[in-house]
C-alpha cells in the first residue's frame, strides 16, 4: 500500500502514524482512547488496502470524519489543529509577510508585543526584523506542536518566541549579594569582594552590565541598600579613623 504525500512523493503506507496523530489530538484534552485510535486507523487500512494508494489528505479527512462518527468532535477539531500547525511548519517560508508589515506599520502583534522597543525607529526595526526569522523558525522547528496550537488559539500567551531559539535568560533576579560578598569572575578575571561603598558600586554597575550581555530581559537587585550595607559601613569606619587621624 501506497501513500501519495503533498509534494508527489509515494512512501509506504503506515498504520501507526495515524493512531499517533490522533492519540496526540485525544491527549491534547486529556481523552486517551486507545481503542478508538486503534479502529479508525484500521478502517483506513482497509481503505487503503483496497484502493492500494492513497493521497495523504483523502487519510486526514477519513480521520476527521471518522472521529466524528465516534461521537468525538472536539478529538477531530483538536486534530484539525494539530494538522493545520504542522502543515505551517512545512512552509520553507513564512516570514516575509509579517517582516513587510513590520515596515509599514501595520504588524501591530509584533510592534506591541515588547513596551521596552520602539517599534518605529530603525535599528529597533532592524532587531525586530531579525526577531521575525527566528519566531519562524522556532514556530517551525522548536516549539511543540500542542504549545504553538494553544498560543495560536489564544489558550496561552508564548512570550517572546523571538528568543526562543538561542540559549538565553529572560529577566534574571542575580545573587549580587553573593558576588560582591565572596567575590567573582568578570570578563575571565577574579573579582575581589570590594573594601569600599564606591567600589562596590563600581563592581555592582559591571554585573549589571554582564547579566545584560547574557539575557534578554531585565534584571533586579533585590534590596540593594542591604546588599550595599556592609560596604557603606566600611566606608564609613575608613573616613571616620582618617578624621580621627587627622584630629589627633
Given at each position: 500500500?501506497?501513500?501519495?504525500?503533498?509534494?508527489?512523493?509515494k512512501v509506504d503506507f503506515?498504520?501507526?502514524?495515524?493512531?499517533?496523530?490522533?492519540?496526540?489530538?485525544?491527549?491534547?484534552?486529556?481523552?486517551?482512547?486507545?481503542?478508538?485510535?486503534?479502529?479508525?486507523?484500521?478502517?483506513?487500512?482497509?481503505?487503503?488496502?483496497?484502493?492500494?494508494?492513497?493521497?495523504?489528505?483523502?487519510?486526514?479527512?477519513?480521520?476527521?470524519?471518522?472521529?466524528?462518527?465516534?461521537?468525538?468532535?472536539?478529538?477531530?477539531?483538536?486534530?484539525?489543529?494539530?494538522?493545520?500547525?504542522?502543515?505551517?511548519?512545512?512552509?520553507?517560508?513564512?516570514?516575509?509577510k509579517d517582516i513587510l508589515?513590520?515596515?509599514?506599520?501595520?504588524?501591530?502583534?509584533?510592534?506591541?508585543?515588547?513596551?521596552?522597543?520602539?517599534?518605529?525607529?530603525?535599528?529597533?526595526?532592524?532587531?525586530?526584523?531579525?526577531?521575525?526569522?527566528?519566531?519562524?523558525?522556532?514556530?517551525?522547528?522548536?516549539?511543540?506542536?500542542?504549545?504553538?496550537?494553544?498560543?495560536?488559539?489564544?489558550?496561552?500567551?508564548?512570550?517572546?518566541?523571538?528568543?526562543?531559539?538561542?540559549?538565553?535568560?529572560?529577566?534574571?533576579?542575580?545573587?549580587?549579594?553573593?558576588?560582591?560578598?565572596?567575590?567573582?569572575?568578570?570578563?575571565?578575571?577574579?573579582?575581589?569582594?570590594?573594601?569600599?561603598?564606591?567600589?562596590?558600586?563600581?563592581?555592582?554597575?559591571?554585573?549589571?552590565?554582564?547579566?545584560?550581555?547574557?539575557?534578554?530581559?531585565?534584571?533586579?537587585?533585590?534590596?540593594?541598600?542591604?546588599?550595599?550595607?556592609?560596604?557603606?559601613?566600611?566606608?564609613?569606619?575608613?573616613?571616620?579613623?582618617?578624621?580621627?587621624?587627622?584630629?589627633?
Open positions: 500500500m501506497i501513500v501519495i504525500k503533498r509534494d508527489g512523493r503506515d498504520k501507526s502514524k495515524i493512531i499517533v496523530a490522533i492519540s496526540k489530538a485525544q491527549h491534547s484534552l486529556l481523552k486517551d482512547n486507545e481503542k478508538i485510535a486503534n479502529a479508525i486507523a484500521e478502517e483506513i487500512t482497509q481503505e487503503a488496502l483496497m484502493l492500494q494508494e492513497i493521497d495523504i489528505k483523502r487519510i486526514e479527512k477519513m480521520v476527521f470524519d471518522l472521529l466524528v462518527k465516534h461521537k468525538q468532535k472536539d478529538v477531530a477539531r483538536a486534530y484539525e489543529g494539530y494538522r493545520a500547525v504542522r502543515e505551517y511548519r512545512r512552509i520553507t517560508n513564512t516570514s516575509d508589515e513590520l515596515i509599514a506599520g501595520s504588524n501591530k502583534e509584533t510592534i506591541n508585543e515588547n513596551s521596552n522597543k520602539d517599534a518605529y525607529i530603525i535599528p529597533t526595526q532592524r532587531d525586530l526584523m531579525a526577531g521575525e526569522i527566528s519566531k519562524d523558525i522556532a514556530r517551525r522547528k522548536l516549539i511543540p506542536i500542542d504549545i504553538m496550537e494553544a498560543h495560536d488559539k489564544g489558550v496561552l500567551h508564548l512570550h517572546d518566541i523571538d528568543y526562543q531559539l538561542q540559549p538565553m535568560n529572560n529577566c534574571g533576579l542575580p545573587d549580587f549579594k553573593d558576588m560582591l560578598s565572596n567575590g567573582t569572575v568578570i570578563n575571565k578575571k577574579k573579582i575581589e569582594s570590594p573594601k569600599s561603598f564606591q567600589v562596590a558600586c563600581t563592581v555592582l554597575s559591571q554585573l549589571f552590565a554582564v547579566v545584560a550581555s547574557s539575557q534578554y530581559g531585565g534584571q533586579t537587585a533585590n534590596h540593594i541598600e542591604e546588599i550595599l550595607a556592609p560596604y557603606l559601613r566600611k566606608s564609613k569606619q575608613k573616613y571616620e579613623k582618617m578624621f580621627q587621624n587627622e584630629k589627633n
